[in-house]
């Protein structure tokens, strides 16, 4: 069996701040329950724009990503490994630009479900570290980790940790702590979803989508029966009341 990897990217330019140090600690988290962290900085990496082609034909989108940069070595990177957390500063209440480029071609992996039936980075594992001055770090995060989601990536619980405000990262103990679990339970999640054979996640195939549509046709029929009986409980309403009132007539007059 090969060793379990988990990459480590870092989305700030700045390998010497808070989000790099923050970084480090989720990666000792990793080293901890006998993973193995592989570190690196999207800044050493040409990442161009994602140019849309899943817009002009769902099938264009697809791995290996036509352009040709850094993500070619970072794909590979991301097949190698497990899982991944992600580490960014935040700018302007969301991940910095370098970060954003990033995500948005790791499309090639999602979109594999219409080529090959599944996306290529389901069942692995993901943790999401968000630094900054000031606010934006929730929002940043669940950004992030909805994202990943949908493209099929597992989120375990307490893989996220942030920081904002001014000063040193390392002189706050909660946010230290948090990181360092995120490696940490990024890295557990892996070791159990490995030992499992889920046979697949999302599923996209013509027979499940016949099954679907069948439990579809179930609760369009329930519904259905629930409204017709609603209207009949309104029409007894309606007639009880009318009764009502005009008894309350009769005794008035």
């Given at each position: 069996?090969r060793?379990?990897?988990?990459?480590?990217?870092?989305?700030?330019?700045?390998?010497?701040?808070?989000?790099?140090?923050?970084a480090?600690?989720?990666?000792?988290?990793?080293?901890?329950?006998?993973a193995?962290?592989?570190?690196?900085?999207?800044v050493?990496?040409?990442?161009?724009p994602?140019?849309?082609c899943?817009?002009?034909?769902?099938?264009?989108?697809?791995?290996?990503?036509?352009?040709?940069?850094?993500?070619?070595?970072?794909?590979?990177?991301?097949?190698e490994?497990?899982?991944?957390?992600?580490?960014?500063?935040?700018?302007?209440?969301?991940?910095?630009?370098?970060?954003k480029?990033?995500?948005?071609?790791?499309?090639?992996?999602?979109?594999?479900?219409?080529?090959t039936?599944?996306?290529?980075?389901?069942?692995?594992?993901?943790?999401?570290?968000?630094?900054?001055n000031?606010?934006?770090?929730?929002?940043?995060?669940?950004?992030?980790?909805?994202?990943?989601?949908?493209m099929?990536?597992?989120?375990?619980?307490?893989?996220?940790?942030?920081?904002h405000?001014?000063?040193?990262?390392?002189e706050?103990?909660?946010?230290?702590?948090?990181a360092?679990?995120?490696g940490?339970?990024?890295?557990?999640m892996?070791?159990?979803?490995?030992?499992?054979?889920?046979?697949?996640?999302?599923?996209?195939?013509?027979?499940?989508?016949?099954?679907v549509?069948?439990?579809?046709?179930?609760?369009?029929?329930?519904?259905e029966?629930?409204?017709?009986?609603?209207k009949?409980?309104?029409?007894?309403?309606?007639?009880?009341?009318s009764?009502?009132?005009?008894?309350?007539?009769?005794?008035?007059?």
């Open positions: 069996m060793e379990l990897k988990i990459l480590v990217i870092v989305g700030s330019p700045r390998k010497y701040g808070n989000t790099s140090k923050l480090e600690l989720a990666a000792e988290g990793v080293r901890d329950v006998g193995k962290p592989v570190k690196i900085y999207l050493d990496f040409e990442i161009k994602c140019i849309g899943v817009s002009d034909d769902q099938l264009a989108c697809r791995y290996p990503c036509i352009i040709e940069d850094g993500m070619r070595k970072i794909y590979k990177m991301i097949l490994s497990e899982g991944l957390i992600i580490a960014t500063p935040i700018y302007w209440y969301s991940p910095s630009g370098l970060v480029n990033f995500i948005d071609r790791l499309t090639v992996f999602e979109n594999m479900i219409y080529v039936g599944r996306s290529w980075v389901e069942g692995k594992t993901a943790g999401v570290i968000a630094v900054g000031d606010s934006g770090s929730i929002q940043t995060i669940a950004s992030i980790q909805v994202t990943l989601n949908s099929g990536f597992v989120i375990p619980p307490w893989s996220l940790a942030y920081f405000r001014m000063g040193d990262v390392l706050d103990d909660n946010a230290c702590i948090d360092y679990n995120v940490r339970v990024v890295a557990l892996a070791k159990i979803l490995r030992k499992e054979e889920i046979g697949g996640w999302y599923s996209n195939a013509s027979e499940k989508n016949i099954e549509r069948k439990k579809v046709g179930l609760i369009v029929k329930k519904y029966d629930e409204l017709i009986a609603r009949e409980r309104f029409k007894r309403f309606k007639k009880t009341f009764s009502y009132k005009r008894e309350i007539e009769s005794k008035e007059s």
